[in-house]
């Protein structure tokens, strides 16, 4: 392992955008301004709108040439860390490999240059991609039937638990409440009172897991479903998850399955197949679109028959190998998004799709979960690692252990220096000082080898010299940020 | 090797490292009935030169935008895309990170976050903008959640929607607000296409939020200081949306006549139409209601040593922190479409933008007047922006597909949103059409009407 | 503003701390009589996007290769370029760097030239590498140049040139020749279409050097132990030349034949044909001649404290320190070529470029059966890589435009360049083709024939 | 101007590719390797070729997957500086920015996808490109014809050098010898004696510039030409360039004009118009295409009506709108590449002169000068400046007044740390210790006045402690790299 900053970098001292060229200058002349797209006169003021509405100046965005801005940019870019540039473990993200053959296929004019309104015989390859994922991702998840619109996993769970509850009422069931496990990610209860239901904390077991009779216990006529993520973010595998199901379903619930965690499955098992009624895909993880420094991500979601009247509109539809848009069904939840998803992600995924195959898909899994299990066994000794036997994806440590002057956040910060972006932390909440590390199958052994040899350094920095751990990053553009201080006195924008 | 680096060697060494005899074992807790027992019917691996000829023959058996005269708008424009914007989008430093939790090695992200927010409130005329949403849509629908939470004693007054919001919007409002109980009432507009201000008055009493848009869905635009006027004594929520961003440079922004929320589509900004997404959702609201907002907020600060950094701020809004308690549920969000539109934004300049607004402010009207004298007489007398609404005379929906099968892109046929629109036509003009492409535009339609 | 950021302001500041009145004053020295005087007639500045819809239109007056099929190759291959490698090179750090003379702000360029040269040994065989030649043709042409360097006192003997070294590259020495007076003999072929060792024997005395081309111009590949044995007691330089790299992963490298230059093109490796250009040149050699090599190499070294480095090296060899006694007057080479070659390489990896070489030759051969078949006999016994000339019994140059207008580009029609194979195509096979792309050519050839 | 490298930088431990994967696995297993592109059957070996031509071995490259070699390409060209990354004055290379949307069209299917031997009615938009461009270049030099194929500066000289040649012979004139001014670059004394002549070189007159009078002396019936470079490599134009020109056209001579700077001259003065016989064009430098790391250049070269017959073969011909390779060029020097040029490179010069049109191209060149002469004066009173009182494009600085045991290459190092690119060093050969600093019309005032400060402070360094400029760069990947060593015992390629 390379002792932290030996040498120095380069870098950039980049002033904000607005503080390049600091005095506005007046309008550029002639030769220095970017020439008009098509050749129109220059009329001093358009003529057909009342002043009233026009605006007084024109915003306030500095006039800056293309070299400027790309160099602007290119700098900024060097100070952010990508899965291109090292080793990404963010736990719960699914930060692997985003084969740049996505990028070229998205970036062509057939799939970037179409109108949403365009008449579907103009798209009709477009139409067969979404049609075609659409089937591959009832394939993969087991369920029947999928809609695509969701911008995100948050927005899938949204659009789901609307189902649930369009379902609930179309048989004047009004049903209020929706169990949600300790160890859910923030979206799901968020989510569900977004659908307006009242949220329900259900606890897991001291293996981590959800069990059938707590289930049996909170479920009642009142629950309109269980909205749990398998494998859980713990990284374990609901062992019971069928029996939970049943519980659920039972009391007239519905389960939904929340599939951000899916590189753990596929190939192997199917939330179709487990009791699980709806589930939403994150194909900016499992299916390896960009996840663009916060998104778009595609959160498309699948159902069951019993669900399928209620997906948005419109749904694709496919007769005798021609493409259409189906707007005509009664019971939809209708529109959640303006058109019909993130199709430019929709292609990514498809080309990933296409190029793995069954058997590629099946191969990520299985080596995502190799190289978490690898990680597990290797740290364990020096980590505690509340679930010390088993993990899929994705495995699980907490800062028991750690010296009391030291925190996952001094740790997180440190791993910086070695070279690393940090694991997710403090998630899930049912775990002290959480370390959520999510290796995928991206990466290759070298890399974890690596990664173990800085952790495990780490830990022994922490008992002889925690110093280094608080005062850590140190190779980073800046140093620690006072996150205390931005929220007390929020500063959102640049002023002069 | 494909996207896995592990040679067997590594997987063997694992295994061994792991003390289990095959990866199999790893899934023990998986119950044996739960699993799948067959691969998955998917095909077989490909190669990637199979994978991009097939893609490319299912790109070009869509008809693109670059072989095709445009007049589509109605809420995804066709816009130039700088060639600066993917070339930056496509660098993985930004391409492959994700939301800057960890700041240090984020400050790319953030800075730009920072400079995005800033471009919007500069543009919306607002005081705070988030760091995106997904799309308009979505963006006013937050809006309108976002109201109840600023009025949180209202909790049964109706929502008042402009006839002329963007269909899709009105309809993602109605899915989000369904299970709430909340009504929607419907302020129908004057005859020349502006919202009629005596019937939003009338239903002012007890409203929780008006939501209106400018340029409306018909391409006219909204009179903002007589609308703010209008609702001046009330205490509703003045939300404005935005779907043709460009406008906010040569019109006077929501901002500047107390709106309160501002939301919209950012997708003119440098983001290709791509069959409607990704697109970019924006918002931007007033200082005092920060803390209502949806959404990431990105914020300065500085680290030990007084430098100046950028983090994720005021997180106690989001689900991750508050859960079921928080503003939204929105998590991944747009921050690459965010991206995009700052570098187009920094590219254009504020007159650059000004100037291309007014082109296609021009060039709408040019194309008005030339439909005027082959007889086609617009809908609405409002003044507009750069999209317009025109009567035909005959279907729309029929004269557009026959336009459509020579190439050109008329318009949007309204009949499908608004019955008694179904002569008309809502056409788009933007910098990418020259002025023979209008005369043919002009001509096809007088040849159709014969 | 377009590409120049300074201001009216800027402009006024700056001629005012330079202490003149405008910027035509500085260029005083220039006599006015050779001043212009008149603005270039070079039509007005364009906006990006009327360009871009100006040169996509010039773009789609050609036919390009993803919409044909293509059997053409004789020098140029259309072999799958990996997504990856544009993604890469596109990074400005490597797109917009020069030559790294600056090394320690440059050791991208360095670490990945090194890396290069380090390939093309081991492909080659040989010792030591350049860090590229402009192609192929220029490449052969300074190993012909080099070989004189190599035999100081060989001031007047002939450059024997194998019959089947590709007629570009044969031009193209002889442009390089021309002045010096050395003559070039013509040593040509067996009827198996490889080169004839009894006429190469012959020619052997006070030769100064042979080049020789395998897989040859016919595709052939040459006997390399064999014609190393031929020359095994005479002085001359052996020079190789490879304009299939893709060969080099299946066939025994010249470098394991005792030859002393290995030149050629490395366009099979991940460059696209581009109508010839910018294609790639390498130039390899043994480590005893390495100071007679033309152009520029990245050597190892390290810094004060002992860390590893790259520079540029031996650059007494070169022009900018040796002016007209240099090796050669390379000055910028194809840095970036040698770069996507590097990329292309590290993606194959040794086992997905031998897998990679079989498939073109398997299905080289399969063709070769298929047109026997259908009574298209080989025009040459010799065994092949992946191309092969075939005997059509009709004028070639006819049938490959009448193939041409069926959206198949059939192959080489080899009369223009030797005028007694006017009935024979040069047919180049490569992975990008399928079993059904085969078949439609054997069709449409038979259809021709009838 | 921020004092260097206060935050040490995360510098990636990168080897070399090689080391990646040190021991060569035996042939990857099914679902980790690539699939074939097409299905065809596996057969062991090549049925139909002679085991004695087979290699032994399959090439010792390590098999990696995509995202180990994206990391790892990454990750080596944050170890690079570009144009795009900060100024880069080097002088006489013309660092200009480089617009992104060049190589969006260069990337077009129907420019990077078609074949040199694809019939010319295939490629009718490509051979006009080249037309077209052929025509803008003369027109922009004042020449009568161009030719596109030489594919750098240096392979353009040699071939207008041959083409002198070829001149001169079609006269029977054998002619030895080719003057060249002390200034030249050193591509142009060896592409005449690659060309087979003899060097004479000329001395330039205190004023840095070629006198008449001089070239007179030199001249006679053994002299093929004079080559010169203009304006030359000072930055200064010869003003008695037309005086000179007529010098040599006296005595049956030709003048070859190095057009690599040619980016002062745009729209201003014309090389044609001085009694230029033949220049070659630097498309990598005048017209904005990327360096690439060291190319791929391209260098037109361009005749007046004499020397027409001479260009090499193919010419790009033009009649009734249809294009075509026209062979039959019976005076031709015949081919000086393999096919017609670098056809990627033109049609980025080309998009770029469409874009800019004549007006652009002048204010290019306006700003170019006026950002060298703010240099000049700006830093004239730190620097020692051979011709302090005029410049064009760029302008050369030398180390005298410099402390005796500071150098050139320590001034150089020493802006690395400031996060300059340094300008050209130790040449012209004709000024001591030379630094030559061009800047192009890219740049910003804001740009110039940093670097400007960051010159002035390190003056102030090298009297007053000349160690920081001795043992620079410090913020850089590897310190000061041991050139000597590197020469000594040259190590060319990496070996287990
Ligand atoms: C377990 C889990 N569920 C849901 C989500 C939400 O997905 P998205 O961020 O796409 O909205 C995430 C993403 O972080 C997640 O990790
Ligand atoms: C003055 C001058 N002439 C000629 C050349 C040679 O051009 P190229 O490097 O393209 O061969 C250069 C390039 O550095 C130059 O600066």
Known sequence: ?496 | MLFHPQSEADIRAMLEAIGVKDIEELWAQVPARLRLGRDLELGPPLSEAVVEREMLAQAEANRDLKHTLCFLGAGTYFHHVPNLVPALLSRGEFLTAYTPYQAEVSQGTLQAMFEFQTLIVELTGMEVANASMYDGAEATAEAVLMAGRMRPKNTNGPVLVSQALNPAYRATVETYLRHSGREIKTIPLNPDGATDLDRLRAELPGALCLVAQSPNFFGCIEDWPAIMAAVKDSDLVRIAVVTEALSLALLKPPGHCSADIVGGSGQSFGIPPALGGPHLGFLAGRDADVRRMPGRLVGQTADQEGRRGFVLTLSTREQHIRREKATSNICTNHGLMALAATIYLARQGGHGLLRLAKQNHELAERLKQKLAAAGFKPRFSAPGFNEFTIELGADAQTVAERLAGKGILAGLPLGRFFPELSTCLLIAVTEMLSETDLDQLVAALAEVKQ
């Not at chain 1, 020439?35 to 358009?46: D, K, L, T, V, W």
């Not at chain 1, 968020?190 to 949220?199: F, T």
């Not at chain 1, 959800?210 to 479903?225: K, N, Q, R, Y």
Request: net charge negative.
């Open chain 1, 1 to 496: 392992m390379n002792p932290p900053g030996k040498r120095t970098g380069l870098i950039w001292d980049e002033p904000l955008l607005f503080e390049l060229h600091p005095d506005q200058a007046p309008e550029p002349t002639l030769g220095a301004r970017v020439p008009s797209p098509a050749r129109s006169a220059q009329s001093a003021q358009p003529s057909t709108i009342p002043s009233a509405l026009l605006r007084e100046t024109p915003p306030r965005i500095p006039d800056l040439s293309e070299p400027e801005v790309l160099r602007h940019y290119s700098r900024l870019s060097s100070w952010n860390y990508g899965v291109d540039q090292g080793f990404y473990p963010l736990g719960s993200c699914t930060m692997k490999h985003n084969p740049r053959l996505n990028e070229a296929v998205a970036a062509l004019p057939g799939f970037a240059f179409i109108h949403p309104e365009q008449p579907a015989d103009q798209v009709q390859g477009a139409l067969r991609l979404m049609h075609e994922l659409a089937r591959a991702l009832a394939e993969i998840s087991g369920m029947d039937a999928v809609s695509l619109q969701p911008a995100a996993g948050a927005h899938g769970e949204l659009c789901g638990m609307l189902m649930i509850r369009a379902y609930h009422q179309a048989r004047g069931d009004a049903r209020r409440k929706v169990l949600i496990p300790d160890t859910a990610h923030g979206t799901n209860p968020a989510s569900s009172a977004l659908a307006g239901y009242e949220v329900v904390e259900v606890p897991t077991g001291p293996d981590g897991l959800l069990h059938p009779d707590t289930v049996a216990e909170f479920m009642d006529e009142s629950v309109a479903g269980l909205m749990l993520t398998n494998p859980n973010t713990l990284g374990l595998f609901e062992s019971y998850i069928a029996e939970v199901a049943e519980a659920v379903h039972k009391k007239g619930g519905l389960v939904y399955g929340d599939g951000a965690n899916l590189n753990a499955l596929m190939g192997i098992a199917r939330p179709g197949d487990m009791g699980i009624d709806v589930i939403q895909f994150n194909l900016h993880k499992t299916f390896s679109t960009p996840h663009g420094g916060g998104g778009p991500g595609a959160g498309p979601v699948g159902v069951k028959k019993h669900l399928e009247p209620y997906l948005p509109v419109p749904i694709i539809t496919e007769r005798q190998g021609r493409y259409d848009y189906d707007w005509d069904r009664p019971q939809s939840i209708g529109k959640v998004g303006q058109y019909y998803g993130n199709f430019g992600v929709m292609v990514r995924a498809g080309a990933y799709i296409r190029r793995l195959g069954g058997q590629g898909l099946a191969e990520a899994s299985r080596l995502a979960i190799l190289n978490a299990n690898y990680l597990r066994v290797k740290l364990r000794d020096h980590f505690h690692l509340p679930h010390p036997d088993a993990c899929l994806h994705e495995c699980v440590f907490s800062d028991k252990g750690l010296p009391s002057e030291v925190t996952t956040l001094d740790l997180a910060k440190r791993l910086m220096d070695y070279g690393f972006h940090p694991p997710t932390i403090y998630f899930p909440l049912v775990v002290h000082g959480a370390l959520m590390v999510e290796p995928t199958e991206s990466e290759s052994k070298e890399t974890l080898d690596q990664f173990i040899e800085a952790m495990v350094q780490i830990s022994r920095e922490a008992r002889e010299n925690p110093d280094l751990l608080q005062s850590a990053p140190q190779r980073t553009p800046v140093g620690r940020l006072d996150e205390v201080r931005a929220a007390r006195k929020p500063i959102l924008r640049w002023q002069p």
